[in-house]
């Protein structure tokens, strides 16, 4: 690893990961939006990826919403890897915060500071009944969207198509973007919006790395120290440093 980049991380106080999909796949979680992920497998079918998780999805044809959940999102088997880990302890040391797209819940399980960890889309794993709002277990999400108490609909606390971030989350995203001293894209192609806009907010000069086997294109000018390294190899190089 460049010695540049090896200083960087050692000398920095307020790092933030801005993370999506690839960060999970090693785990074994698919990216449904990438080549081989879900979406493309699902083409010739007559529904996306996209539309299976949305919002009129979620209240048109709930059958259909956790059928997809089910059989797609939920992998409770997967384990955190080694990006995961480093992450995670860089948030229990106080040097980082991970701001990420991802809603598998590997982040905890890495025991990741909650205090510093920004799940941007939400978290599966993290389940409510819509009519009396009291939580759920996910286990019982997944044997059923209906909640036995009281028949109401069960649903997973993850942004879908057709819905807006939360307010409170992305000011609070801003805010740590904004007092971030090196910001770190692992994994992700930036292209969901609005979580590729809080590229926008930082401060002049702060180093932006992004680790990604495919080039980013913003379009506006980003002045990135671009490493097209595999993110498990790169984070287990870094692993050996701390
Ligand atoms: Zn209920």
């Known amino acids: 690893m460049d010695a540049n980049i090896i200083n960087l991380?050692?000398?920095?106080?307020?790092?933030?990961?801005?993370?999506?999909?690839g960060v999970s796949t090693p785990s074994g979680i698919p990216d449904y939006r990438s080549k081989n992920g879900l979406y493309h497998r699902r083409k010739k079918q007559k529904r996306s990826a996209e539309w299976y998780l949305s919002h009129d999805c979620l209240m048109h044809h709930p059958k259909t919403f956790h059928k997809f959940m089910v059989k797609y999102m939920y992998h409770p088997q997967a384990k955190p890897n080694?990006?995961?880990?480093?992450?995670?302890?860089?948030?229990r040391m106080g040097k980082a915060t991970i701001i990420t797209q991802n809603v598998d819940n590997l982040y905890h399980l890495a025991h990741?500071?909650?205090?510093r960890l920004i799940e941007f889309?939400?978290?599966i794993y993290d389940c409510e009944?819509?009519?009396?709002?009291?939580k759920v277990d996910w286990r019982q999400y997944v044997k059923s969207p209906v909640h036995q108490a009281d028949g109401g609909l069960i649903r997973p606390n993850l942004v879908l198509y057709g819905e807006s971030i939360n307010q409170k989350k992305f000011k609070r995203s801003m805010n740590v973007m904004l007092n971030a001293d090196l910001i770190v894209i692992v994994s992700t192609a930036m292209k969901v919006e609005p979580f590729a806009d809080l590229i926008k907010y930082h401060q002049p000069n702060v180093p932006i790395i992004a680790i990604n086997k495919q080039p980013l294109h913003f379009s506006y000018n980003v002045g990135l120290i671009m490493i097209r390294e595999d993110a498990v190899k790169f984070f287990s190089q870094l692993a050996l440093l701390n």
């Open 9 to 21: 991380f050692k000398i920095s106080k307020h790092i933030v990961f801005l993370t999506g999909a």
């Open 129 to 134: 009944c819509m009519k009396c709002h009291r």
């Open 82 to 91: 080694v990006i995961h880990n480093v992450q995670a302890k860089l948030t």
């Open 121 to 123: 889309h939400g978290n």
């Open 112 to 115: 990741a500071d909650p205090q």
